[in-house]
């Protein structure tokens, strides 16, 4: 604006009239033209557009040699009063350059030949604007002290409406660095100031969680540790102590040192995968193959629960051939089929199958243990879900299970899920065969 008013004002005036007298000039000489009786009436109709007509002659002043316009129609009367030479500012009306500034009357022209020795002639008068601009640069003056002063005032409030929310919120999220986890966020003032609280709510939630969770698995892990380092531990002491010559007693009790040896090794090698599942460092090694044998296969490792009374019923669809990652599939199957017989209850019977549906192939296995209740039926894919309330060990097993089935799943972007109602729980997933 300041730029405008000072610098731009008076050029953009002057245009800007010469425009209009151009163009209202042009209109009243047509006029003119298509009727040249109404002369006075052009020239009354002009005039409320400030605008003066007059149609003049060029004649030559014998005593001077310059030529001047005598007007023979229109307001003006007597001379016209301008004076120029002849020969330039004829060249600038033959050649359509009709707008003439006098700048002694502050006066603009607008000529136009009407034929070799007239000329329809509209004037203006350019009214000066020194004043004017004036009043306006001591306008800006003012206007301008009171925006800034305004601009002040709006900044400090605004920033300090931003600022102080966000002083409280690092104040409070050093707190959390620290490690205190009950912290509350209180984000007001700017839509994103309480945005950013609620980020920082809910990785205070999730850092919460995530504690509790790593306490969880520690007590879990520490537990299911300790447990078979101390029945090995009492069991090669009965060895040395008591059983040395009974072979008999010496075997039975190496077969547990052995059992719970695995269990250790089970333990180890589940806590270890998953954890690679988990932070993404375990790649799928995905090939062709039958899914079926590979179910087979690990059927067979469970033949021996058969000797403890325990029914495996099967259904399995020959030629399934799918892509995936061997191993971990056939951690799957080991997990669900073992979680199956863990808790089939006093039934003891599981049912298994792996049947095709047009290009989807389904594995279910279903035991006729407890039912699982429906609003735990999410939370039983997390680690140690089963210890929830209780760390039992009427129920042998890491509690890592079902997690590394779901962390295989996702993996391969397989559909899965468990349904469960009084009688029957079953497991499943979907695959897409080749």
Known sequence: MWLFQAFLITPYYEQRSKNNLKSKGNKYY????????????ISRESMLDNIHITIAILEKDITTGKTKLV????????????????????????????????????????????????????????????????????????????????????????????????????????QLSKGNLDIKFIGKGYSEVEKLAITLSEAEKDIKSSDEYRRSITANVTHDLKTPLTIIKSYAEMIMDLYGDNVEKRNEALQIIMDESDRLA????????????????????????????????CLSRFEVKKNEGYIINTDIDDNMI??????????????????????????????????KNNYITTFRVTNYG?????????????????????????????????????NVFELHKLEYGVESDSEKTTFFFKIQLK
């Open 30 to 41: 047509n006029a003119f033209v298509l009727d040249v009786t109404k002369i006075e009436e």
């Open 370 to 406: 407890n039912p699982i209740e429906t609003d735990k039926q999410e939370k039983i894919w997390d680690e140690y879900y089963r210890d929830e309330n209780t760390h039992t060990r009427s129920v042998v097993g890491t509690g890592l299970g079902l997690s590394i089935c779901k």
């Open 71 to 174: 007007p023979i129609l229109g307001e003006q009367t007597g001379r016209f009063p301008i004076e120029f030479d002849e020969k330039k500012l004829l060249d600038q009306f033959r050649k359509d350059k009709v707008i003439y500034s006098d700048t002694r009357s502050d006066m603009y022209i607008y000529a136009k030949m009407v034929d070799d020795n007239s000329i329809f002639i509209a004037s203006t008068r350019i009214t000066p604007i020194s004043a004017t601009r004036m009043i306006i640069t001591e306008q800006l003056i003012v206007i301008s002290i009171i925006a800034i002063v305004i601009g002040f005032i709006f900044t400090f409030v605004a920033s300090r409406s931003l600022s102080n929310p966000l002083e409280i919120l690092t104040s409070q999220a050093a």
């Open 266 to 297: 089970d333990l180890v090698n589940d806590v270890l995968m998953l954890s690679k599942l988990e932070s993404g460092t375990l790649k799928l090694e995905t090939k062709e193959l039958d899914l079926s044998i590979l179910l087979k296969q």
């Open 322 to 355: 799918v892509e995936a990652d061997e191993k971990k599939m056939n951690a799957v199957f080991y997990n669900l089929i073992g979680n199956a017989i863990k808790y089939s209850g006093e039934n003891k019977t599981i049912d298994v199958s792996l049947k």
